[in-house]
């Protein structure tokens, strides 16, 4: 797989994070008066097609978040060529993007402005 490859999957990637950073926002705002405990967010891998639910407290989605180059996903979708997992849980799996996708995701990280 060619640095157009990983690229393009990085790009994905982190689309689904844009995503995710808006559920976050209105789950923050939710969250002060209806007190939920858990939110739905997307799974942040490569496919396109995805549409996987992974469910995480805000402490959890933030803890993860705190680094530009982690990504949440759904069980069985690391692409291992631009990633390796840094936490595993029967309902998610933690990865961080090395390479060509790291350097494309830090720079595109929307806590990083």
């Known amino acids: ?40 967010y997307v799974c942040e891998c490569s496919d396109p097609d995805c549409v996987d639910r992974i469910t995480l407290t805000l ?20 692409r291992h060529e631009i990633e390796h997992v840094v936490e595993e849980t029967a309902e998610h799996v933690v990865v961080e993007k090395h390479g060509v996708a790291g350097e494309i995701v830090a720079d595109s990280d929307p806590r990083a402005a």
């Open 59 to 78: 402490e959890e989605y933030d803890r993860i978040r705190a680094d530009g180059t982690r990504f949440v996903l759904a069980p069985g979708h690391v």
């Open 1 to 40: 797989m060619g640095v157009i490859e990983h690229e393009r999957l990085a790009r994905n990637e982190a689309l689904f994070r844009e995503v995710n950073e808006r559920i976050n926002g209105i789950a923050a705002e939710f969250s002060r008066f209806a007190g939920a405990e858990e939110y739905e």
